[in-house]
């Protein structure tokens, strides 16, 4: 069975959706999303769009867009998981930075606009991967979907 340009799509976009899908259902189970979290949603929440308009328009050259999109999210789920292991330092905004040189004051602020969750802590594994790994890991799966369904437009 050769599998058409469609096919492909409509992989690739469910995929994303079940990754979505996913996220949301981890949030609503009590695991609050952290900055970078956030961040990786966004690509696949495109990347659905994409799938969608390319399935009611047959604008099949969109889907390189769709493999942009998921490249984005696993970029960003591979940066995540550096910083949850320390190989990388995070935004000041989500990750835990020394303290020092602060007035009180300073401090003060630091403490009440700090967010409640944390992107360098893992707030949950399976076999040894993050949350974010787990998106890097099934985003690349995507990527190739996505240039299998380009190559083929």
């Known amino acids: 069975m050769t599998l058409n340009v469609r096919t492909f799509v409509l992989l690739a976009a469910a995929g994303s959706l079940a990754l979505l899908g996913g996220a949301f259902v981890f949030q609503a189970l009590g695991y609050a999303p952290c900055k970078l979290c956030l961040w990786q949603r966004w690509p696949h929440a495109a990347a659905i769009a994409i799938g969608a308009l390319i399935l009611l ?31 990388f330092a995070g935004p ?35 076999m040894g991967l993050s949350m974010a790994s787990w998106n890097a890991v099934l985003s690349l799966v995507l990527v190739a979907l996505w240039v299998a369904a380009a190559r083929r437009a």
């Open 57 to 87: 328009t047959g604008w099949q050259g969109l889907a390189w867009a769709g493999a942009l999109a998921a490249l984005t999210t696993a970029l960003l789920g591979i940066y995540h998981t550096g910083i949850e292991r320390g190989l």
């Open 92 to 126: 000041d905004t989500c990750t835990s930075n020394g303290v020092t040189g602060l007035s009180p004051d300073e401090l003060m602020t630091q403490i009440l606009n700090a967010p409640l969750v944390r992107c360098d802590e893992v707030a949950w594994s399976l």
